[in-house]
């Protein structure tokens, strides 16, 4: 059965600081998917991560993946508030139905 | 424009009651789903329909029983309310969703409808 773990589940950052989220998963994908989810909203597609060595930017986020490995991390550089909100990443099942896998989400909040 | 609408957006019943969500995609999808997130915020997958044919059915209790009228529309009815189905319910959909796709296939979800069941 596919396992898809995040750290850190909680995260609490000031504005300007760099971190990093960890997406690891325990079998062979062929995709890896980044979303977001503000509170009491629904989730927005952020990136779609297709092959080994894949790196995708967009403002301050930038994603990656590892596919040896089986590692995706998500990488805020000068945090500003706004990008407070829950990171999801998730994974699918190789072969046959679309199926998706999420962590359980990284709660990130950005102190002025 | 709406992509995928969901109705009602809030839900609150009795233990026992039925109710149905309806959820619809105007993006021309093949494939639509429903998730359940809970408390805790965690998404599990439910079900998945490609184009009217169910294709993913977790292990989720005979109670919660999907529709899909056209590939545009994708119901869930619950029978018999429980407590723990208090949640907040989630449809999607994407282009493909057979395992086809080469590419990506990104899910594009609906606002969520919140259920509570007292």
């Known amino acids: 059965e596919l396992k898809v773990e995040q750290n850190p589940l909680f995260l609490s950052m000031q504005e300007g600081k760099n971190y990093t989220i960890y997406c690891n998963y325990s079998?062979?994908?062929?995709?890896l998917y980044w979303y977001r989810q503000d509170p009491g909203k629904s989730l927005e597609s952020l990136f779609v991560?297709?092959?080994?060595?894949a790196v995708k930017q967009e403002g301050r986020l930038m994603a990656s993946l590892d596919t040896k490995a089986r590692l995706s991390t998500l990488h805020i550089t000068a945090a500003v508030h706004d990008l407070s909100a829950t990171y999801f990443c998730?994974?699918?099942?190789?072969?046959?139905?679309?199926?998706?896998?999420f962590g359980k989400g990284t709660k990130l909040t950005v102190n002025p | 424009d709406t992509a995928v609408s969901q109705t009602p957006k809030y839900l609150v019943t009795q233990m026992g009651n039925d109710k149905s969500i309806k959820c619809e995609q105007n993006?021309?999808?093949?494939?639509m789903y429903w998730y359940k997130q809970d408390s805790k915020k965690f998404l599990k997958i439910m079900f998945s329909?490609?184009?009217?044919?169910?294709?993913i059915n977790e292990t989720v209790p005979n109670r919660f029983s999907p529709k899909s009228p056209d590939k545009a529309h994708l119901n869930l009815h619950i029978n018999s309310l429980e407590l723990g189905d208090s949640a907040v319910y989630f449809c999607?959909?994407?282009?493909?969703?057979?395992?086809?796709?080469?590419?990506?296939?990104?899910?594009?979800f609906g606002p969520g409808t919140r259920l509570t069941v007292l």
């Open positions: 999607a959909s994407s282009l493909y969703g057979s395992g086809l796709a080469g590419g990506s296939d990104t899910q594009y």
């Open positions: 079998t062979t994908s062929d995709r």
């Open positions: 991560l297709l092959s080994n060595g």
């Open positions: 998730a994974v699918d099942i190789r072969g046959g139905s679309e199926k998706l896998v």
């Open positions: 993006l021309g999808h093949d494939t």
């Open positions: 329909y490609n184009n009217k044919e169910l294709i």
